[in-house]
Structures are given as structure tokens and as C-alpha cells.
T-cell receptor, first 114, second 111 residues
């Protein structure tokens, strides 16, 4: 158990809908990362937050947005969902978010868009 | 172009055998390289992290090497076990906070 929690575990929704994925980092970690992993695809970095502020942006679509709240939990919002958005979404946390800081991954949220 | 390429794409070995996975990268400027193990449907778990000055680092039966000159890394697994069946992902950090993920090597260990 990494100490990172994600909810929900599974989510099934229809095209065009909007969903929110939630992540609680390990106690004491200030940085949160979001990743997308499609079936048989590698991990794609989406976005990183550090202590409430956006720190780095990867391949995040404009239909997706995220935020980190004062209590350090984070939410990833996915809107106008398409079939291709079906994937595992992982959240990871690290202490400082620096280059060498280890990331601890949560169990993921499996999103299915029908 | 900043790339991370892993080989082989998949590998099947018998329990008890050794194997070596490769990771070649072109990203610059290099910060560090990390190997992750990802069981199916679960989040990746870090095995090793290597910085520019490190050539070899071990974590139990896992040994990672790094040649910063040729921009190559390898992950060697000795005396494989059934529980080693997983995807192994190479991740390179560069520009201090940018990162690139390899597509991973899918390892299957058979009894």
C-alpha cells in the first residue's frame, strides 16, 4: 500500500459526460501528479501540482483540468468524454516534487466511456 | 526529439533464469532515470533511481546500470520468480522537471 488513495476505483459513463476523479496524497506529500494509461499503452504524464500550484504540464487535453486543494487532495476533471478517454488514471504523490523525489502511485481509477 | 525507447517489447523466461531489459534515451539535459515495476492493473512501484554520476544500483535481485555517455540503461533481474511477471517501465527526467516514459517491457516468468 503506497499511502495514496484514489476514488472511485471504477467509473462507467457515456460519451459527452463529465467526471471527476479524486486523489489523496500520502501524508506529508506536497506534490501530486496525474497520469493516463490507455489499454496496452504506456503511462502518459498529464499534470503536476505542488502545494496547490500547477508545476508542470504534460499531454493534458483542453477538455481535462485539475486542481489541488488546500488540504492537498487533488481532483482531475474530464469533460466531453470520448470513447478514447477510456483508460486507467493514476495519481502519484511525492514529498517535494523535485527531480529526484520518489513518486508513490495510487491504485488508479479505471474509466470506461461507452 | 526527447525519446525513451525500451526493448524488448515483451519477454518470456523460465523461473530461475536471469534477464536484462534495455532502455535508451535521447532526452537532454538529463536529471535522473528511474525503473518502475507495474503489476497488471496496479500503480507502478519504483525499483531504482539513478543520477548522472551513478553507474550501478541494486535493489535485491534487481540491478540497474546507467551509461550516461551512450544514454543507455539496463535492468538486470537475477534468479527470476513468478512474481517478477509485470511490466517494467523506464522513466527519464530532464530539464529538472520534465519526464518521458518508455512504453515498457512486458515480462512473463513461467514455471
Amino acid at each position: 500500500d503506497s499511502g495514496v488513495t484514489q476514488t472511485p476505483k471504477h467509473l462507467i459513463t457515456a460519451t459527452g459526460q463529465r467526471v471527476t476523479l479524486r486523489c489523496s496524497p500520502r501524508s506529508g506529500d506536497l506534490s501530486v501528479y496525474w497520469y493516463q494509461q490507455s489499454l496496452d499503452q504506456g503511462l502518459q504524464f498529464l499534470i503536476q501540482y505542488y502545494n496547490g500550484e500547477e508545476r508542470a504540464k504534460g499531454n493534458i487535453l483542453e477538455r481535462f483540468s485539475a486542481q489541488q486543494f488546500p488540504d492537498l487532495h487533488s481532483e482531475l476533471n474530464l469533460s466531453s468524454l470520448e470513447l478514447g478517454d477510456s483508460a486507467l488514471y493514476f495519481c502519484a504523490s511525492s514529498g517535494t516534487g523535485g527531480a529526484s523525489s520518489e513518486q508513490y502511485f495510487g491504485p488508479g481509477t479505471r474509466l470506461t466511456v461507452t | 526529439k526527447n525519446q525513451v525507447e525500451q526493448s524488448p517489447q515483451s519477454l518470456i523466461i523460465l523461473e530461475g533464469k536471469n534477464c536484462t531489459l534495455q532502455c535508451n534515451y535521447t532526452v537532454s539535459p538529463f536529471s535522473n532515470l528511474r525503473w518502475y515495476k507495474q503489476d497488471t492493473g496496479r500503480g507502478p512501484v519504483s525499483l531504482t533511481i539513478m543520477t548522472f554520476s551513478e553507474n550501478t544500483k541494486s535493489n535485491g535481485r534487481y540491478t540497474a546500470t546507467l551509461d550516461a555517455d551512450t544514454k543507455q540503461s539496463s535492468l538486470h533481474i537475477t534468479a527470476s520468480q513468478l512474481s517478477d511477471s509485470a511490466s517494467y517501465i523506464c522513466v527519464v527526467k530532464y530539464n529538472n522537471n520534465d519526464m518521458r516514459f518508455g512504453a515498457g517491457t512486458r515480462l512473463t516468468v513461467k514455471p
